[in-house]
Nanobody, 125 residues
């Protein structure tokens, strides 16, 4: 079972980007998916959790209003939509999955059953 992120790259400030997180498992609909990011020299930060019915649990104000999540269970996919990107959004973005509803607070890292490998997003002109 794998989680594979994609969609990262070099983007210009002010533009938009969508990252994908694909789970190689037929029961993707059983999983909640949490998006994280880790900027250079910083701790890994939880952004939000996408629940099994696409409800969103926000964990960070850092991306409030500019980041959004969605999922398509028919494609075994979750998405992170990023708008009006800033230089400070430069980070490695990760997704993680677990088989419970989104918790009120992010779980300890080890509590997520599956982690993706991360995808680098660099915001620079």
């Amino acid at each position: 079972v794998q989680l594979v992120e994609s969609g990262g790259g070099l983007v210009q400030p002010g533009t938009s980007r969508t990252l994908s997180c694909i789970l190689s498992k037929r029961t993707f609909s059983y999983y909640s998916v949490t998006w994280f990011r880790q900027a250079p020299g910083s701790d890994r930060e939880a952004l939000f959790c996408i629940g099994r019915s696409e409800t969103i649990r926000d964990y960070s104000d850092a991306a409030s209003g500019r980041f959004a999540g969605s999922r398509d269970n028919s494609q075994n996919a979750a998405y992170l939509h990023m708008y009006a990107l800033k230089v400070e959004d430069t980070a490695v973005y990760y997704c993680a999955a677990h088989q419970d509803p989104c918790p009120v607070y992010p779980l300890p890292r080890s509590a997520y059953e599956i982690w993706g490998q991360g995808t680098q997003v660099t915001v620079s002109s």
